[in-house]
């Protein structure tokens, strides 16, 4: 073992220092010949990482935002942080003040679910943008190459595991035709035996598109069509919906490229009932009921590797595939996207609420 | 390499079991609740009735050390079935909390088994020759008529909803008998006696466990009304912390001329212990038994355990016996995590299926499967099982479902099936009648 672990060690460092040793034989000798040489070194206002100020951020940081970033000296970064906490704050005590209001929920519902949790978001990002941004320093993060643009052929696998649902294992084809302006994506989820599908048709544009990935704003809307022979229901609905995405770089230099990211939708669905658990009503049969819904999702998007994307959200949608966690919560969802080629991306999706559902997907563009 | 290997597959396995730890639900404490183990020859079954913590101000005869074991109805026809595999008589005192004032208790001994030729007898004949057997039990053996126990003996305790005695079983000689609470412990048999009668000459029936079935029945008096004859009960909860808004509810249901109550729940502030004594004292202080189906804030954090101890069975069926040849029921949904389990759901196509005698059914259930509000989203977590819910209230039928959980009071139809919701702090008063119509009235 500990031979191994020997020559191991000493393979390991002899990786790591060789390219380090090449360099050194081509290196200038001093700063002034390095400046010679063409080397400008870090501009003032963008300070390296720091594993203090990092850990500031973290503990007295999470009470008053912007301490990380206030160690490292980029006061007016701390500033914009403190302004987001207690904006973030703001928004919270709003939401809950609307709530308050027990006999008027019904309809202040809505408001007062966008208020709380776009000021968690605000409260929980400015917090957690001061973390990042003091460890990691100026260095930007990588390009988004997450696609938004360019046709594309979907094929996955979900897995459910809930266990209110009997039906387990889905398979999820999708086409996606993107203008860049313009988007279209007809996809399917269907249980392998037929028993519990979904077919949904997307349709959506962009009418504000930054010059990168990090930036954008679109609208769309969803049809789609659930049908299930095992409880004997199918339903049609509707869904208007509004995204928006925005790099924080704008805000916060040394989070570039790094975006948050937020969709509202409001929806319609009608509800067809069997007569029998196994009947599936047909697609134009009468509607037995009809009801509405408000969905949510707040989260932020980032390339962790050159081109590997992530997107992590606090999901409030009563249509997804597994139920939230609580009655008052919602689910976390964990998009991972890795452009394995230029023409292939490896998919992965990961919902975590009360149960939980896992996506794998290869999508090939065309 | 290897080592690193062994180690991922440690994690993997450790995350494995961390996944799969057994969590404890309310639907594995009812199950747990539903019997206990006295000895090792000696048990005590439950239908219509769950174990429950004694009161403390219950007291036992000095000296005495036969076991006690307190239950809760929650049914208003129970059955406690003491199995003896022993021999020698032996004490149980049987406590019974949220009775009717006029509950009956009756008992009746049983070999749970039978003969050959009584087996081949039912086969045959059965409708000719009738042997005597029991309506519950037709493949058990009676060792003798059912027995009533005198009322004064049943309340010996002098509590206005409870009921208590002492049960003695006497597997020896095919003897039990219920006496009053305080009565004094037979003494112990001879072994020889036990040797003799518990001997394998004795025969298969004899081997057959001895069994004790005492009945509680209340059955439901219907009252005359315009629609002809119907039951009245009252569904209260969504007091939240405001325990003397729940106070001053259970004093107004106690001025009403209803014989049972049902909470719809929500009537704790956040799960704690404390807050859940508290509401479980209020309602202690009803005048006629209560059922109750849980809240997300009754729920949320609280012992599985400690709810069913306090409030019985979240999830339940209650036949409502009239004894005129129609039997309305109220099905319990514990919704309180904003939707149903898989065991319920599963459940679902029995616990709605049309009884005998017939009646209607009418489902109370905290969360609403769909908020009439929509874009509120307080109904069901996930709108496929509230779609999954609906549709199976819809072909069962259901008269009416009952809800709590949303503040405003109101009504609407959902698919056919009207569903009520109390409101905050609600007394709703439901009426049903023999033809199977249900009249809801809000109290305010």
Known sequence: MSVRLTVGATLACWVIMAPAAAQTQAAPKTLDEARAQGFEGRPANEPAGSMLGGLLAIGPGFFVHGVGHYYTGDEAAALKLLVGELLGAGLVVAGALVAARPEEAGRTGPLSTSLVQSGVFLFLGSWLADVVGTFKGAEPFDDDTARREGHTLGLGYRYVGDPRTARRHRLVPSLTLDSGRVFAQPSAEIEPNFSERRFALDLGGRPWRGSSGHDQLAVGARLRRDESATFGYATRAAEGWLAWKLDLGHIIARMRRFSITQRYAVGVEQFQFGASPSEVPAPFAETDFSSSWFSLASGFAFNVARRTHLKLEFVQDPTVAIPAASAQSGLLRGAFSHQYRDDLDIDVEVLAGDGFSVALGLVYAL | ?444
């Open chain 2, 1 to 444: 390499m290897r080592c690193d290997a062994l180690f991922a597959l440690f994690a993997l396995a450790a995350l494995a079991a961390g996944c799969n730890r057994a969590v404890p639900t309310r639907e594995a404490a009812i199950e747990a609740a539903r019997t206990v183990k006295l000895a090792a020859d000696l048990s005590v079954e439950l239908d219509g009735a769950l174990i429950t913590t004694c009161p403390d101000d219950l007291s036992t005869p000095a000296g005495d050390d036969a076991p006690v074991v307190c239950v809760r109805l929650t049914a208003f026809d129970a059955e406690l079935r003491i199995v003896d595999t022993g021999c020698a008589p032996r004490p149980v005192r049987v406590h019974v909390a949220n009775a009717s004032a006029d509950a009956k208790v009756a008992w009746r001994a049983f070999r749970a088994g039978e003969s050959t030729a009584r087996a081949a007898t039912r086969a045959c004949c059965e409708t000719l020759l009738q042997p005597d057997a029991d309506a519950r039990h037709p493949d058990w053996t009676p060792l003798g008529p059912e027995a009533a126990l005198d009322g004064l003996d049943a309340r010996s305790c002098g509590e206005p909803r409870g009921l208590c005695w002492t049960s003695t079983t006497r597997p020896g000689t095919d003897e039990a008998w219920l006496t009053p609470w305080r009565a004094a412990a037979p003494a112990e048999a001879s072994d020889a006696a036990c040797v003799s009668l518990s001997a394998p000459q004795a025969g298969a029936l004899r081997a057959a466990p001895f069994v004790l079935a005492q009945r509680v029945r209340a059955p439901l008096v219907p009252q005359a009304t315009p629609d002809g004859p119907a039951l009245d009960f009252a569904v209260v909860g969504n007091t939240g912390e405001d325990i003397a808004a729940l106070e001053g509810l259970v004093a107004r249901v106690n001025a009403e001329d209803v014989p049972f109550v049902v909470v719809s729940g929500d009537i704790a502030a956040n799960g704690s212990e404390e807050a859940l004594d508290r509401a479980r004292r209020a309602l202690d202080a009803l005048e006629v038994p209560f059922f109750m189906t849980l809240g997300e804030k009754d729920a949320d954090g609280a012992d599985p355990a400690g709810l069913v101890d306090r409030f019985g069975a979240s999830t339940d069926v209650l036949l409502l016996p009239t004894g005129q040849g129609w039997q309305p029921k109220v099905v319990l949904l514990d919704s309180a995590e904003g939707g149903l389990s898989a065991k319920t759901f599963a459940a679902l196509p029995d616990f709605l299926a049309p009884g005998t005698p017939p009646g209607a059914a009418i489902v109370v259930t905290h969360t609403p499967p769909f908020d009439p509000a929509g874009l509120r989203g307080a109904g069901f977590k996930r709108r496929g099982e509230g779609a999954r819910l609906l549709a199976a209230l819809s072909r069962a039928g259901v008269a009416a479902v009952i809800t709590g959980h949303l503040n405003e009071a109101g009504a609407d139809m959902q698919s056919g099936v009207e569903v009520v919701h109390g409101g905050a702090r609600h007394f709703v008063r439901i009426r049903v009648n023999e033809a199977g119509r249900v009249f809801v009235q809000r109290s305010d």
